[in-house]
């Protein structure tokens, strides 16, 4: 089955996520299917629960086929033997797990003797903000008997499955998130958005762009925003939380209650985050924890200064004092300074950005991780092949 003169296909990769929908994890998946080589390899998409056909329209590439196995709210082990027979059918080369909800579907893998066993780690959730979740630590150290080798975003992933889980360094590549530097890029005028609802050319616009959930914290940005435009009265302050979730409704009625609703625009999810992002003048990540955020890679490669908290890999991506500021999570207070810097020294916002531009294109692109990920694939696939002759 590994001899590559006796396949008349490149072989599949299949890729077993929670649900694919907006997010940090899902875009790094369709990018890298999208632009890997297609004679290197197949793909399809494996989800636990659904997915949203939106977001499924970015997938470019043909042939591509996403399975849902329709998992139940709670405990459902049904779902591993749908997953089993699925897999079955599919045979696929190398299964490619990401995050905590999938982990245990190595074990799927393993007993299906499927040849490359891959899992990644992109961040932890609201339940182990700081990876001190001793349940999820026995679980990763017990499924680690099954999988060959791991991906993490960021060095602080690393250490944690080494120091907090146990795993051998040895069997961890770390490949940071890219991004596509073309189509986030600086330019000489913001570009025009309909329904925004602000102006680049007459107001200070602050936004963020995530999940609208309680790991992603945006009261705390909506609370600095109240101190700024109290400490900042004659400035003409906007805030834009791009997004969705349980926490959009939260901060409507805080912004409602303190009379700033109309100096904050909620629109929800978006499909234009790349013109957004050329009329902001600065985007906040107030993250209780993150992977490797790549809301932060893309202000970054549009010139944008970046005010976000120092959790996880974050710290890896924003040069304190250089491409933006980095504050403690839980500190609205911080935030509200951090973001007061630019409004003190305007001149900051285009070195910082520039600066952070200059970041992008040596270390993040899209191209580098794209290559970053095929070699891993080839050197898997290809170990494989050793081990089976």
């Not at 992933?157 to 073309?182: A, F």
């Not at 050319?201 to 925003?225: E, N, T, Y």
């Amino acid at each position: 089955m590994l001899n590559p003169s006796a396949q008349s296909e490149p072989p599949l990769i299949a890729h077993l996520i929670y649900r694919l929908d907006f997010g940090g994890l899902e875009n790094g998946l369709v990018n890298i299917i999208n632009h890997m080589p297609e004679q290197a390899a197949r793909h399809c998409i494996v989800c636990l629960t659904d997915f949203n056909p939106l977001y499924a329209k970015r997938l470019t590439r043909q042939g591509v086929k996403i399975f849902c196995l329709h998992k139940k709210e709670g405990k459902d082990w049904l779902v591993w033997r749908r997953l089993y027979r699925l897999l079955k059918q599919l045979k696929p080369i190398l299964l490619h797990t990401r995050n905590l909800p999938a982990l245990e579907g190595q074990l799927v893998g393993w007993l299906l003797k499927i040849p490359v066993r891959i899992h990644s780690e992109h961040g932890r959730g609201s339940t182990d903000l700081y990876g001190d979740n001793k349940k999820y630590q026995c679980l990763r150290r017990l499924v680690s008997f099954f999988v060959h080798r791991y991906i993490v975003l960021s060095h602080e992933l690393m250490m944690y499955l080494c120091d907090k889980v146990g795993i051998n360094r040895n069997r961890i590549t770390l490949i940071h998130n890219g991004v596509d530097s073309e189509r986030y890029q600086p330019i000489d005028a913001p570009v025009h958005v309909d329904d925004l609802p602000f102006s680049p050319d007459k107001h200070f616009i602050i936004g963020m762009v995530g999940r609208m959930d309680i790991s992603k914290a945006p009261m705390d940005l909506v609370q600095a925003f109240k101190v700024l435009k109290q400490r900042y009265p004659n400035k003409p302050l906007k805030l834009c939380l791009i997004g969705q979730g349980d926490e959009q409704a939260i901060c409507q009625a805080f912004l409602a209650e303190h009379n700033l609703i109309a100096d904050a625009w909620l629109p929800g999810v978006r499909q234009d985050v790349p013109a957004l992002l050329q009329n902001f003048d600065v985007l906040v990540l107030p993250s209780l924890v993150e992977g490797l955020p790549n809301i932060v890679l893309e202000a970054m490669s549009c010139a944008k200064p970046v005010v976000a908290t120092a959790v996880c890999g974050t710290p890896e991506l924003v040069q304190h004092g250089e491409t933006g500021y980095l504050v403690q999570p839980k500190q609205p207070e911080q935030l509200a300074a951090s973001i007061g810097f630019y409004l003190d020294a305007p001149e900051k916002l285009a070195l910082h950005g520039a600066q952070g531009r200059a970041l992008v294109l040596e270390y993040f692109t899209l191209t580098k991780m794209i290559n970053n990920y095929h070699k891993f694939y080839q050197e898997q696939l290809a170990c494989a092949v050793l081990q089976a002759s």
